[in-house]
């Protein structure tokens, strides 16, 4: 027997040859206030403040900076990457590379699904679908989970982001990525590629990744890990009650933990969820794979993911 249950909902999904734009929601504009009833806590109050100016900012942002015609984004791939706990009432958006793993274990434990976050293995998170996504509702159950349950996403600065998603994918072993992508990479940005290397796919170089990332005409499509933010969670259309960003992970967490009134005993998980013996992708790491780069490629970089440096107002590379 698993150790998990799978939730089962009576809602009906969305019929995919239906089109539904966010326009058609007619969600809410304006943000729900933040509870501050831990502000007065001084173990709290910064991240509090903290994360008032972040909520701000972004909606400030948005306000000078989106336009009409996003409003007609299709509302199922709009809301694909958001998962669902009904206990809590959370709507996590999933950010690859900014604690998504440890985030799904966390989610998987509040919804009852399983007792601790520490035996979770990574392919139950990824691969297990104990959780629900929020285009697997119909019209109405998106909307009323929309506008009534807390809604979060945690961010990561971009490049650091895309130099620990190609060390996870191309520098290790994968039966995915190194067949699908890599072979795609070397083929086309490879001079006189060896056989073993077509074959395989593997031993892509940072640089040819970049090449194949900044390609209008790339051999294979996008991956979730390295798209930006803003194309993966619609900051400007959905209404993040709460923004968390990976630098300060853990004391981020923690603090939506506590604010949504999840038990005391847990704690947002600090392991590496895979490769935990590899360093982790810190500045000086991402400097090194930078240094890869020429300049015009590191500015071509950074112009890729302009608008989340931007919007979640991270400094700007040293490019």
């Not at 972004?58 to 990457?81: A, W």
């Not at 919804?111 to 392919?123: E, V």
């Not at 900051?235 to 993040?240: F, K, S």
């Not at 490629?297 to 931007?310: A, S």
């Amino acid at each position: 027997r698993n150790q998990y249950t799978n939730g089962k909902s009576d809602d009906k999904p969305i019929p995919k040859s239906k089109t539904y734009t966010f326009d058609e929601m007619n969600l809410p504009t304006t943000l729900r206030p933040l509870d501050n009833h831990l502000a007065k806590d001084e173990r709290w109050k910064e991240t509090h403040e903290i994360q008032l100016n972040r909520r701000n900012f972004l909606q400030g942002f948005c306000k000078k900076y989106n336009s009409k015609q996003k409003h007609k984004m299709n509302l199922i791939r709009m809301v694909s990457r958001i998962f669902v706990e009904e206990k809590h009432k959370i709507l996590y958006c999933e950010v690859p590379k900014a604690g998504c793993s440890n985030w799904k274990r966390t989610l998987m434990v509040l919804n009852g699904l399983a007792p601790s976050t520490n035996n979770i293995s990574h392919d139950a998170v990824h691969y297990g679908k104990w959780l629900k996504r929020l285009d697997s509702y119909d019209l109405k159950g998106i909307y009323e989970r929309l506008t009534t349950y807390t809604k979060v996403v945690f961010v990561r600065d971009p490049i650091e982001r895309l130099v620990s998603a190609f060390r996870d994918k191309f520098e290790h072993p994968n039966s995915y990525y190194h067949p699908v992508f890599g072979k795609a990479i070397l083929r086309k940005y490879r001079v006189n590629a060896s056989e073993e290397a077509l074959k395989t796919g593997s031993g892509t170089t940072f640089k040819e990744f970049v090449h194949y990332l900044l390609d209008s005409q790339r051999p294979v499509g996008m991956d979730i890990h390295w798209e930006q933010i803003s194309k993966l969670c619609s900051p400007c259309l959905i209404n993040y009650d709460f923004i968390g960003k990976f630098e300060t992970l853990e004391e981020d967490a923690n603090y939506f933990l506590r604010l949504i009134g999840a038990p005391k005993e847990l704690k947002f998980p600090s392991f590496k969820d895979r490769h935990s013996s590899d360093e982790r992708t810190t500045l000086d790491v991402v400097k090194q794979y930078l240094q890869q780069l020429s300049v015009v490629e590191r500015q071509m970089t950074y112009d890729f993911y302009y608008l989340d440096y931007l919007m979640f107002n991270f400094s700007r590379p040293n490019v």
